[in-house]
């Protein structure tokens, strides 16, 4: 396979981004969704607005746009937006609602004696993790594990979806540097809602410009030495 | 309210606007105009302004329409009442329903919409002011916007038209020229894909006629698909510059 693009540049749907030189792989029509690539005749096209990552002869990209897709074992942040019988539905910023099933949250569960709005009303904010999830049915969640349930205090904001890797970083280098220079307790939902827990109103509101910063510019190569300036110079102000 | 047949072709073989016959109009592109649609663009040919708004995939309301094995793709081709002459009454036309679907079915080529069954995408088409080729300028900015949207297409789809007028083939034509020409064939093309997604045809071409108008057509729409993909990269070469 020949990659006719560099590491991280921006392509868009329709553009070749590799030639299959070898003769056998050649296909009609082959699509990797989760790559955002497709095979047609001897060409690697591309299928959104992303960056290019080449890794070892692998190519895929990263799309720059699109709303959240939920994935098994990704950890959500959704707000109650309805109480069933037996279950919450939550929104947790995607196509499909999510459910959060009571006998989650209440051990002993009786639909009978308990109401579900005494544990969880709408409007409010739940930290979950994806148990199940296929497409053909709506998302399942847990609230089992550590970290995960209702948000009582801090700060939730809302980022685009697509941003969420980069806010992250490579093997969380961003989200490392986020919280060792704040001191702030940070909690990333994969479906791009954050949430923020600091000591100081000032620090605060540097980490959210910071986090906005890296949403906007998040094609932007050595982002994160930009956001360690960035976060040196308006720390140092607020504390002094 | 017919008036005399302008003169067409000039003496010295340009157009009654001074255009070449193979000459787009002036285009002008931009992505990401509307925040509050999840991907937009605003697309200009000369005269010719539209605005489109995508949103999606988002559940479907009224529920009973979404589709259990791929999204539901719907297309708002609508004329605002003052994108002519005489005011146009804002009901959906027949006109406008027939366009919504033509460029409906063109664009559910290109996206992959089995990726989000039981969801919805919706695309809305505004033409602000009509100047002829409001369907393949719809058409482009429908495209744009759900690149913007981040929605997978295996292609952007370029429009445009072109015309037989006093015997001449000519590209992208205009209001006059639509509607005082012989004929009419507006295209939508994926030049990467090399596949003709939308094909219409008003009037009469002889069969080698329409062979060249069909190749007229994908030069200019190759032309248009350049300045596309160029716009939805300097949406973000825009915030490189900016400190």
């Not at chain 1, 550590?146 to 969420?164: D, N, Q, W, Y």
């Not at chain 1, 307790?185 to 923020?196: A, C, F, P, T, Y």
């Not at chain 2, 695309?123 to 080729?133: K, P, T």
């Not at chain 2, 057509?217 to 350049?226: P, V, W």
Request: aromatic share 6%; proline share 5%; charged share 25%.
């Amino acid at each position: 396979m020949k990659i006719l693009v560099a590491n991280r540049q921006i392509v868009r749907p329709g553009d070749v981004i590799a030639i299959i030189e070898d003769k056998k792989a050649v296909v009609e029509e082959r699509y990797f969704p989760d790559k955002h690539i497709y095979i047609r005749g001897n060409r690697v096209m591309t299928d959104v607005v992303g960056l290019a990552s080449i890794n070892d002869n692998d190519v895929q990209v990263i799309p720059l746009e699109g709303k959240y897709i939920p994935r098994v074992d990704d950890v959500v942040i959704g707000m109650v937006v309805s109480i069933g019988i037996t279950n919450w539905i939550l929104d947790i910023n995607s196509p499909y609602p999510a459910v959060l099933n009571a006998n989650e949250v209440i051990e002993n569960f009786n639909p009978i004696t308990m109401n579900l709005r005494d544990y969880l009303d709408i409007g409010d904010y739940v930290i979950a993790k994806i148990t199940a999830f296929d497409r053909t049915r709506d998302p399942v969640l847990t609230v089992k594990g550590r970290g995960l349930g209702k948000i009582t205090e801090g700060t939730v904001i809302e980022v685009k979806a697509s941003r969420i890797p980069r806010i992250i970083g490579k093997k969380g280098s961003m989200l490392n540097l986020l919280t060792q220079k704040t001191g702030c307790s940070i909690i990333v939902g994969q479906n791009g809602l954050i949430w923020l827990r600091c000591s100081d109103e000032n620090v605060l509101d540097v980490l959210i410009r910071a986090i906005r910063r890296i949403e906007a510019r998040s094609h932007v190569r050595g982002l994160t030495e930009e956001i360690r300036m960035f976060l040196d110079k308006n720390l140092g102000k607020t504390s002094g | 309210m017919m008036h005399e047949k302008p003169v067409l072709i000039r003496e010295d073989g340009l157009r009654h606007d001074g255009r070449r016959p193979d000459e787009l109009r002036p285009i002008k592109m931009e992505v990401g105009v509307l925040s509050n649609a999840d991907g937009s663009a605003y697309v200009e040919f000369g005269g010719t302004k539209v605005l489109a708004a995508v949103y999606g995939p988002r559940e479907v309301h009224p529920r009973h329409l979404a589709l259990p094995d791929r999204a539901l793709l719907r297309c708002r081709y609508h004329m605002a009442p003052f994108s002519t002459m005489d005011r146009k009454s804002p009901a959906p036309s027949r006109r406008e329903i027939e366009l919504s679907k033509v460029i409906r079915e063109a664009l559910e080529s290109l996206i992959f919409v089995d990726l989000y069954p039981r969801t919805s995408i919706d695309i809305f088409i505004e033409v602000l002011q009509a100047d002829g080729g409001t369907r393949t300028t719809g058409l482009t900015a429908a495209s744009l916007a759900l690149a913007d949207a981040g929605i997978p297409m295996r292609d952007l789809a370029a429009g445009v038209a072109v015309g037989k007028i006093d015997g001449v083939l000519v590209l992208d034509i205009d209001e006059v020229e639509d509607e005082y020409g012989e004929a009419d064939m507006p295209i939508g093309y994926a030049p990467s894909i090399d596949e003709i997604v939308l094909l219409q045809l008003n009037g009469v071409l002889s069969l080698d006629e329409f062979r060249q108008a069909l190749e007229l057509a994908k030069k200019g729409a190759t032309m248009i698909y350049k300045m596309m993909k160029e716009t939805l990269h300097n949406k973000y070469l825009r915030i490189l510059s900016e400190e």
